[in-house]
């Protein structure tokens, strides 16, 4: 998957990049409203990097999405102000989220190998995730048992900064609080707060490419956790406060 790639997917800008990719459930639970605030989120986040020079020129993303199966919806390329997004649907089996997740990181190590052969330098790469449940169908377990070593790995190297996400009630948080060993607990939110996930996710996007904010103030949450997760209004004071 390294070789995937054209010079003229990394555009011209000489700015130091920082790579996103989204690795989504699209499982039947996630039909109706939550697809649709998550169509929209995901809109906002885009529109919102689009309108930035400096987000626009330095954030690369990339959407794969997990349900009946994992799915390359757009690869990593340079971002214009033309190009939109595509829609994501809902499926109605499964929850494959350790192959989602592996699947994001091969994308992210493609990426930075492009990166290095274009000498261009980057920020750690995010891998966000958003789940409403368990892992679920052929080798779920072990392929989630997987994805949660290779992510520990690389955060401990510094080299991958994990967004581990539940939404609702259905989460198995005890293995989504696993993929990320930094993380005190995951970040809990309801489909309705898909928009303020996102703008936290926009505005510290550009906090990290702008003004040079930390990794580390994307983890060091010092509010107590209601419950298996931190919500997420209390995520957002945090990180508001800290910058």
Not at 63 to 68: A, K, W
Not at 153 to 173: P, Q, S, Y
Not at 182 to 204: H, M, Q, Y
Request: glycine share 8%; with cysteine.
């Amino acid at each position: 998957m390294a070789d995937n790639f054209s010079s003229s997917d990394f555009g011209t800008s000489t700015r130091r990049r920082l790579p996103i990719c989204f690795a989504l459930d699209t499982s039947g639970s996630m039909m109706g409203n939550p697809i649709r605030q998550l169509n929209i989120g995901l809109q906002n986040f885009v529109a919102s990097i689009k309108n930035n020079d400096d987000t626009r020129n330095s954030t690369d993303i990339a959407i794969i999405t997990f349900g009946s199966k994992v799915d390359i919806v757009m690869p990593f390329g340079k971002i214009s102000k033309e190009k939109g997004l595509p829609e994501i649907t809902a499926s109605t089996t499964l929850t494959p989220i350790g192959e989602g997740v592996l699947t994001a990181l091969e994308l992210l190590n493609a990426r930075k190998e492009g990166y290095k052969e274009m000498g261009i330098k980057y920020f750690q790469p995010w891998l966000v995730v958003i789940t409403d449940g368990a892992p679920q169908g052929p080798n779920a377990m072990q392929n989630m048992e997987r994805a949660i070593e290779a992510c520990n790995e690389l955060e401990r190297e510094d080299k991958l900064v994990v967004f581990n996400i539940g939404v609702g009630n259905g989460v198995d948080f005890d293995i989504l609080k696993r993929l990320s060993c930094k993380r005190s607990e995951p970040i809990s939110v309801n489909s309705a707060d898909f928009g303020k996930l996102f703008e936290f996710l926009g505005s510290s996007s550009s906090s990290i490419v702008s003004s040079g904010m930390k990794d580390d103030a994307l983890y060091n949450i010092n509010t107590e956790p209601q419950g298996k997760a931190v919500e997420l209004d209390d995520f957002m004071k945090f990180i508001n406060e800290d910058e």
